[in-house]
């Protein structure tokens, strides 16, 4: 019978390992919100609602997101900076 091998090695994950992209799949929480706008904006024309009162608020909201938008653009796409490069030797 052969020993068994008990010695476990585990995956660390470093910092450094993250996909470079990674930070582009924050934005896809985007178009979940249009869509969740869309589908408010299709109820309210099959049945009828009335939002005339939430308009004002929806288009405050529409600006704001695409603020968010240009920013989290800008966010994703800035250059990764590594703290381990900054040491002074």
């Known amino acids: 019978m052969e020993p068994l091998d008990t010695d ?5 994950p470093t910092p450094g390992a993250a996909n470079p992209d990674s930070r582009f799949n924050v934005i896809l929480v985007m178009p979940v919100i249009g869509i969740l706008l869309l589908l408010i904006f299709a109820i309210a024309a ?3 609602l009335d939002l005339s009162g939430l308009i004002d ?3 405050g909201l529409l600006m704001l997101l695409f ?3 240009i920013a989290l ?3 994703a796409m800035a250059p990764r900076v590594h ?3 900054h040491r002074h030797e």
Not at 8 to 12: G, I, K, L, P, Q
């Open 8 to 12: 476990m090695d585990y995956m660390v």
């Open 46 to 48: 099959i049945f009828q």
């Open 57 to 59: 608020s929806l288009m």
């Open 67 to 69: 603020f968010v938008l």
């Open 73 to 75: 653009l800008f966010w």
């Open 83 to 85: 703290s381990s490069s």
